[in-house]
């Protein structure tokens, strides 16, 4: 079961789920927590993990060979990204608007451009007990969020078995990211809170999951006596909201301590079994 936890906006506590769901899940299945926020990975500041794993990633883009070059303008043709355009007699390549689709180099009919390797982030993973996490970290510079999300979720899906549960922290917003890091989720957790900010990125974070074919619920999080903005939203959507992370300061302290909220405050560990429960019950994780 692949579980990705997104929301329309940052801030609505994707993180506080993610990381507290992942550790309470752990004590009776094996789960690998996924930080696929790789512009600001953040999860790993909740998980006092021992590092087992850390590898570069790669991204592959076009070099130019000025020698092998007869100026034909099939590249520039061929990208739809403007990656590579010619300049007089000469070639330019932009590898930030380059997205690896090899079309240049493969069309080339002198083998003018070969395609090399750019580090675009790191990738490490963690373990303890039962539980699992791996993070990325775009490299400075790097323009594209989506190629590392991708090689993260590649990485997951050939080193951890069907049994494992997985669980990814998603990017915050409805763009590209979103969409690479949920299109291959069986169920999406959308995280809310009751404002009129929340209900607004709530509504085009429903209306991107609808567009992807996704079964997904709501988790209201800082959830208060304004829940009512968010609940007629789901009433009139037919939308169903699986549980309510109440809005308690101490809630806020731990989690600006870097510290585990459930143990500490039962409120939140109610809320955490309702999800538990719908995904053993109607989601048939086992």
């Not at 932009?94 to 090899?102: A, D």
């Not at 490299?139 to 549960?165: D, M, R």
């Not at 915050?172 to 069986?186: H, L, Q, R």
């Not at 500490?264 to 429960?277: D, H, N």
Request: with cysteine; proline share 5%.
């Amino acid at each position: 079961m692949k579980i990705a936890i997104a929301s329309g906006k940052g801030g609505t506590g994707k993180t506080t789920l993610s990381t507290n769901l992942a550790k309470y899940l752990s004590k009776e299945f094996e789960v690998v927590l996924t930080d696929l926020d790789v512009e600001e990975p953040n999860s790993g500041l909740f998980l006092n993990l021992d590092e087992i794993l850390e590898e570069d990633k790669f991204k592959m883009i076009p070099k130019w060979i000025e020698d092998k070059c007869t100026l034909c303008g099939i590249c520039q043709k061929s990208c739809n990204y403007h990656a590579v355009i010619q300049l007089g007699e000469m070639i330019l390549v932009f590898p930030e608007l380059c997205h690896s689709c090899y079309a240049c180099s493969e069309l080339c009919p002198e083998e003018a451009l070969p395609m090399i390797k750019q580090k675009m982030g790191v990738l490490k993973q963690f373990k303890t007990d039962k539980l699992n996490f791996v993070e990325s970290r775009l490299e400075i510079g790097q323009e594209q969020a989506v190629p590392l999300i991708k090689e993260t979720n590649n990485f997951v899906e050939n080193n951890f078995g069907k049994e494992v549960l997985k669980i990814y922290d998603s990017p915050p917003g409805t763009s590209c990211p979103v969409i690479e890091a949920t299109k291959n989720a069986d169920f999406v957790f959308l995280v809310t809170e009751p404002t009129p900010f929340g209900l607004n990125d709530l509504q085009l974070a429903v209306e991107t999951m609808r567009e992807l074919n996704k079964d997904f619920g709501v988790v209201v999080n800082r959830s208060d006596s304004n829940n009512k903005l968010i609940s007629d939203y789901c009433d009139s959507q037919k939308i169903k909201i699986i549980a309510n992370i109440p809005n308690k300061r101490e809630i806020a302290e731990l989690y600006s301590s870097g510290e585990e909220i459930y143990s500490k405050v039962p409120e939140f560990a109610v809320e955490l079994k309702k999800i538990k429960s719908f995904l053993i019950n109607e989601l048939k994780v086992d």
